[in-house]
């Protein structure tokens, strides 16, 4: 829980000198997970993940603006240019792994930790596994690339304006899938259960981004989703979230 994006060229880095990445963002505690990151939606569930955890981790920032996401460097650890990336010095077998792919990443932390995956209340951890799996799933497959492609046209595709039917489809489509939260948050405190797990870090970095980036809640109708409201801010509240926000610096 030591985040820091400062290069000491000086500084040691054992085992993890085989991984290209580690070469260009140098860490200065070889011994921590090394996690590559931007606080965006996708970057900040790892960070929050790991501060849940309370994982000892050092942060490193990846420029979008000076395309360091497309170095020799970063696309041997991410071959999708895209963050997060971790790089685990105490792996499988006590080996390093390199990993990408948010969704993956939080399910092998959660995993190694042994917390976060299971809350659906009345059944066994296997099948609560299989249900936070199942939402996480639900937000890779659904509630991204609603939010991703309605965000694009709210914020930055406003000289296309004029192609309303596709814009119409688009709310259309954030409804659809807010509905399906909505529905499944009914008598439940969190997307399964009682206690928050991977997929609602997941999920409601997606949702936080739609109404808090995007300023999305006007034209989707939020006051349609109560339930959605309600989780969305108990997620906010979490001191894990708060710190995990502010990752990497």
């Not at 105490?90 to 930790?113: D, F, K, N, T, V």
């Not at 039917?165 to 909505?182: G, P, Y």
């Amino acid at each position: 829980m030591c985040p820091t994006s400062l290069i000491d060229p000086g500084a040691g880095h054992g085992p993890l000198s085989a991984f290209p990445i580690a070469r260009r963002w140098l860490p200065r505690h070889p011994e921590r997970l090394q996690l590559y990151s931007l606080p965006t939606p996708s970057g900040v569930k790892v960070s929050i993940l790991l501060e849940a955890l309370e994982q000892p981790y050092e942060a490193h920032r990846v420029s979008f603006e000076g395309l360091q996401q497309l170095s020799a460097e970063f696309l041997a650890a991410s071959p999708n240019p895209k963050i997060p990336v971790i790089l685990d010095p105490h792996g499988p077998q006590g080996r390093p792994l390199l990993l990408c792919e948010s969704a993956a990443i939080l399910q092998y932390l959660a995993e190694r930790a042994g917390r976060l995956l299971d809350a659906e209340a009345g059944v066994g951890p296997e099948q609560a596994r299989w249900q936070t799996l199942q939402w996480l799933a639900f937000c890779t497959g659904n509630l991204r690339p609603a939010v991703s492609q309605l965000g694009y046209w709210l914020r930055l595709a406003g000289h296309r304006r004029s192609e309303s039917a596709h814009l119409a489809q688009l709310i259309s489509d954030m409804r659809r899938t807010l509905a399906v939260l909505e529905r499944q948050l009914d008598g439940r405190r969190w997307i399964t259960g009682p206690c928050w797990t991977i997929a609602d870090i997941a999920l409601w970095s997606w949702v936080r981004a739609l109404v808090r980036f995007y300023d999305a809640a006007r034209s989707i109708g939020w006051d349609d989703f109560p339930q959605v409201q309600r989780v969305l801010a108990a997620f906010e509240a979490e001191p894990a979230v708060r710190r995990g926000l502010q990752v990497p610096q």
